[in-house]
């Protein structure tokens, strides 16, 4: 199985920044699109940031502006550095990849365990 392992969650203040990692591992064949994902008690996870492996991202509309997601291809992983924190944004917080493995060619979702970001003063 892929696994994904995040880091670099915590409480920040209002105003302040985190940088969010995730590094994928496994029997990995290619991973086509990596991401973050967000929920927040009581709401539905959501989309926070998105890239695939040509480059294009996509942002939530709550984020843009504050968020950048990158990612290394070579070493299978995602980062999202952001700024100008809200409370709006806590949430815990987990990696996502869309990829296929050595063994199934097709790709499917794999998910972190998650990291919590709390935002308060």
């Not at 302040?16 to 967000?38: T, V």
Request: aromatic share 10%; glycine share 10%; proline share 5%.
């Amino acid at each position: 199985q892929v696994q994904l392992v995040e880091s670099g969650g915590g409480l920040v203040q209002p105003g302040g920044s985190l940088r969010l990692s995730c590094a994928a591992s496994g029997p990995i064949f290619s991973i086509y699109a990596m991401g973050w994902y967000r929920q927040a008690p009581g709401k539905q996870r959501e989309l926070v940031a998105t890239v695939t492996n040509d480059g294009p991202t996509k942002y939530a509309d709550s984020v843009k502006g504050r968020f950048t997601i990158s990612r290394d291809n070579a070493k299978n992983t995602v980062s999202l550095q952001m700024n100008s924190l809200k409370p709006e944004d806590t949430a815990v917080y987990h990696c996502n990849a869309y990829g296929s493995t050595l063994y199934v060619a097709n790709p499917k979702d794999y998910w972190g365990q998650g990291t919590q970001v709390t935002v308060s003063s």
